[in-house]
């Protein structure tokens, strides 16, 4: 399996050091610049990256990453937030996982502790209101690291959007009948600058469950 790891940001730069953590564990690794400030941007000199000249959602720097990484050959992607919340020593197990999965989903829900109050109220809003629309116990359904192929990536690719985008897909997999498990990782908030804003982002994702078909 050729794997690609898709690394979508808005706020800052990864972390160098990050990014080579990232790069030993998969094939490649794909920086998405979905509206970093220049200094940031600046920062990424002699790394892959998709600019995408302004912010589009990170939805949709996820979708134009993925579709590139399948362009240059990726039989699967590897979506890895660039903020240091997702642990890259979880990865072999993604990457084990998805030998019979298609979607692997990060499962923080092992700890909530370690989740922002307002975040946590609203990722267990989404995992049982996702749980009683596919009938299916579910998990995380807002965690952004995510190992997708096969049918989730090619049949049902990831769509455009904002962070409602991660939960229309998974929709779409469970109901479509697509393999997906999870795989728990730590719930990793050290004061890092987010986009995701609970009120705002929290109404599209209860619109998008909420949504038929």
Not at 73 to 89: I, M, N, R
Not at 122 to 140: E, G, K, L, P
Not at 165 to 183: F, I, M, Q, S, Y
Not at 188 to 201: K, N, T, V
Request: net charge positive.
């Amino acid at each position: 399996m050729n794997v690609r790891a898709v690394v979508p940001c808005h706020v800052n730069a990864p972390d160098p050091a990050l990014l080579a953590a990232v790069g030993a564990a998969v094939d490649g690794v794909l920086v998405v610049d979905d509206g970093l400030p220049a200094g940031e941007a600046a920062r990424l000199a002699g790394i892959d990256v998709l600019r995408l000249g302004g912010n589009h959602g990170k939805g949709t720097a996820v979708a134009r990453g993925a579709e590139r990484a399948v362009a240059e050959g990726a039989d699967a992607v590897l979506v890895f937030d660039g903020d240091g919340q997702h642990p890259a020593a979880a990865i072999p197990a993604f990457l084990a996982a998805a030998r019979q999965a298609e979607l692997v989903v990060g499962d923080r829900f092992g700890d909530l502790r370690g989740i922002p109050l307002a975040r946590r109220a609203a990722n267990v809003a989404a995992a049982t209101a996702m749980t009683v629309v596919v009938r299916r116990r579910v998990r995380d359904t807002q965690c952004g690291m995510r190992l997708l192929r096969a049918r989730a990536l090619h049949e049902l690719p990831p769509p455009p959007g904002g962070f409602e985008a991660e939960t229309v897909h998974l929709k779409r997999c469970l109901r479509a009948g697509v393999p997906v498990v999870w795989v728990p990782i730590p719930a990793i908030y050290e004061g890092e600058p987010s986009s995701f804003r609970p009120l705002r982002d929290g109404a599209r994702i209860a619109r998008a469950l909420a949504r038929r078909g």
